[in-house]
């Protein structure tokens, strides 16, 4: 466990956590209390958290950022406005657990990714890889008058690692286990994991993108049932499984490849959903694809756990597939000896949890504790991350 | 005069200042030890600095993006070109000296700026003043192990500053004088001036741009002698007074204007100075036009320094134009009352003053020292300006 080499954490310390992701859906607020045990040792309190949506025109606008040139003016000023917006849903997430500004000791913001080339270029003979999160920090310290944290991935990327994932060193910390080997399983649009050994040291952590998480049935829910996910998975419960589909899908050979592998919506999207839907469409019923999606996402989480980790695990899920009950109780039959948990019934809501990280990783940058897992991010030595604004 | 609120400067510490401005000649380093005296006061000397030009395709880009629509990619990219670029020169400079990496306590960059609006305009209902510096904090600090301080004016912005000039603290803190009123006057493009009344307080200094530099003068020597500058006045030294000339010149109303004002190459650009030779460049010599140039140039900020501070102060001239010595005894006739000295006769080299301000700033970043002073930047409070990422 970390110790805290400074004296910082002497007394509790309010920092909110700020996540805005690349699906665009908003802002996850999460306001953590961290204070030391009696042995030193960090631990967090979830005061509350709060999800506020992104209106059109500014997912609109980071989306045209994302995907065509624009003027230099353009990416200033959505930079200090992304700033705003982050400070007024901290003052909304405040308001609501009735908490004055001047309570707050720090902020750590994710920031809205835009770029995001670990694996670099040649570029007037130098090798550039870059990644890039706009939201500008020392707005946000200004206007809320708050130490603020940001830009945690860079100099991980700069001494040669993937500047991701950093959920890890979150998982590590605080979800370690002396009597289990333990899985951090995280299903959102892509289902990535942190695999942690019984009393492993943090450089034998593990942590890798086992494939698809909802992608495939979120789409399948929009086009089938032209709804935005399969609530609880109750489409899929009435479907059977398409041994067709299923052969189709077991095809797709990222889920074989050994970590470390990450993947994305490159792989993961729209065209392949189609393709794979081709000659089955109009065949099956509409309850029968969603299930084999379903099942096919249980199933190859499973297979890595299986090849690549321990399938006797204690394995902790979290993110929207944590939601979604019958997927998790395919898990569970393709895994028996496993003990599966939502990360809830750890205190730990599955859609703030990487908020809560990012509030853990502005600690960190305060203690001056690097948080970088250079097993997972393959960098060449531990980094501090983040930079820090003061008011 | 500043006190060290903490133990940081309890040894000298060494800091590289990195400069590189909108002129896009290149990058300014300036290695400078810090310490305190005996009374507690921060003092600073200078070991060496250096000017590295930019190669031809860098300084493009860098055009390009400020210029015209680009892909965030190429933002990405460069961000973390230039701190690639920024290591090579402290590294040069740190050679040149003979001295280990390992003896650098802290960098401070200025990054290049490619956007600059601090007066704000709407944007989806929030009132949005930005301002854009490139070159990653992060990526210099991971690259160099070294800790890095930049984007020195975002909060100055946010509480309502123009983010500009941040110079003044340093003329403050280092040229005021108990005996003289002081006025740091650089003459790079634009000229400006910081004034310090004798036995003044920090918020009593202001600080505004007079009008032109040397804007004029490197035009005409480009245009009519086919040289980058009028190297120590030569050619205007040989001309004479076009008297129409100059009465159009003194009809540019920004020279009368009341302070706190700035203005740059929006007002003062090539679309003027055709303007002001049409019926003039094919009737006088060359030497007569660029001698009213440097005339006007000198008359303009003897104006200002006359009727906005104090004609007998002690003048300490920096930038390109503090060079031109032809400028500078033109000045002293139109200031016979002043002393009119070079910042070089105070050690500090005319073309390096902006990248030691830069490792000042960095040192007050990290004695956390607020460094905008409210009276010249107009904002609404004191911050600490920069972001620190460390290694």
């Known amino acids: 466990m970390i110790k805290n080499r400074y004296s910082w954490l002497d007394t509790p310390r309010l920092i909110c956590g ?14 953590v209390k961290f204070y030391k ?14 999800l506020t949506e992104f209106n059109v025109t ?12 624009v003027p230099i003016s353009l990416i200033s000023d959505i930079n200090v406005l992304l700033s705003h917006l982050y400070a007024d849903s901290i003052n909304c997430l405040l308001k609501k657990v009735q908490m004055p500004l001047s309570k707050l000791d720090a902020i750590g913001i994710h920031g809205q990714t835009v770029w995001h080339n670990p694996n670099g270029k040649d570029l007037f003979g130098h ?21 603020v944290i940001g830009d945690f991935r860079s100099n991980d990327i700069a001494v040669g690692g993937q500047g991701a994932p950093l959920v890890p060193i979150f998982d590590y910390s605080f979800l370690a286990s002396n009597e289990y080997d333990t899985i951090a399983l995280n299903i959102g649009g892509i289902a990535n994991l942190t695999y942690i050994p019984r009393q492993c040291k943090k450089n034998d952590v593990i942590s890798f993108d086992t494939g698809v998480g909802n992608i495939f049935i979120d789409l399948a829910a929009n086009d089938l049932f032209d709804k935005p996910y399969d609530e609880n998975g109750l489409f899929a419960i009435e479907g059977k499984l398409i041994y067709d589909l299923f052969d189709k899908l077991k095809k797709i050979n990222f889920i074989y490849y050994k970590p470390p592998k990450s993947t994305g919506r490159e792989l993961f999207n729209k065209e392949l959903y189609n393709d794979l839907l081709k000659d089955i469409k109009d065949i099956y019923p509409p309850n029968d694809i969603i299930h084999t999606f379903t099942y096919y996402t249980a199933w190859s989480i499973a297979y890595n756990i299986r090849k690549f980790c321990n399938p006797t695990s204690r394995i902790i899920v979290s993110g929207g597939g944590a939601l979604n009950s019958f997927l998790i109780s395919l898990l569970k039959k393709n895994l028996p000896e496993a003990l599966i948990i939502k990360s809830d019934d750890l205190g730990i809501p599955s859609k703030a949890k990487e908020a809560i990280c990012f509030a853990y990783l502005a600690c960190l940058r305060i203690l001056e504790i690097p948080a970088n897992i250079t097993s997972v991010t393959g960098a060449s030595r531990e980094c501090i991350l983040g930079v820090l604004a003061l008011p």
Chains 1, 2 share one sequence.
Request: glycine share 4%; charged share 15%.
């Open 18 to 31: 700020v996540m805005t992701g690349t699906s665009l859906d908003g802002i996850d607020c999460a306001l």
């Open 37 to 50: 045990n009696n042995d030193s040792v960090i631990q967090f309190e979830i005061i509350d958290w709060e």
């Open 58 to 69: 500014t997912k609109n606008t980071v989306k045209q950022i994302i995907q065509e040139p």
């Open 127 to 147: 090798k550039i890889a870059s990644t890039y999160q706009i939201g500008s920090i020392s707005t946000l310290a200004a206007i809320l008058n708050v130490p």
